[in-house]
């Protein structure tokens, strides 16, 4: 089993910077690919942004030039540096992990973590 324990949430104000951890243990040497994902209140969770094992990041289109997703092998941690934050990045982030093994593919999630931008 993959645990994921997410930290580095906040307030902040809009135009603000916050970067948040994702510690990842158990299995984690199966795993393909990780990223975050955010749900504002009243909305559908939604990719924020992923690292897939090779490497390669994707980025959904409203946090393009803002966010970086980045990796610590070492430690077992990816991380999420939000800049330039705005209102409308409010919301509980949620890290994610996916493993595709013999069985198929699994998803894991953390407890995820309020990030607030206020104007």
């Known amino acids: 089993q993959v645990q994921l324990v997410e930290s580095g949430g906040g307030l902040v104000q809009a135009g603000g910077s916050l970067r948040l951890s994702c510690a990842a243990s158990?299995?984690?040497?199966?795993?393909?690919?990780m990223g975050w994902y955010r749900q504002a209140p009243g909305k559908q969770r939604e990719s924020v942004a992923r690292i897939a094992r090779g490497g390669t990041t994707n980025y959904a289109d409203s946090v393009k030039g803002r966010f970086t997703i980045s990796r610590d092998n070492a430690k077992n941690t990816v991380y999420l540096q939000m800049n330039s934050l705005k209102p409308e990045d409010t919301a509980v982030y949620y890290c994610?992990?996916?493993?595709?093994?013999?069985?198929?593919?699994?998803?894991?999630w953390g407890q995820g973590t309020q990030v607030t931008v206020s104007s």
């Open positions: 994610h992990a996916l493993r595709i093994g013999l069985l198929g593919a699994s998803d894991y």
């Open positions: 158990g299995g984690i040497s199966s795993i393909n690919a």
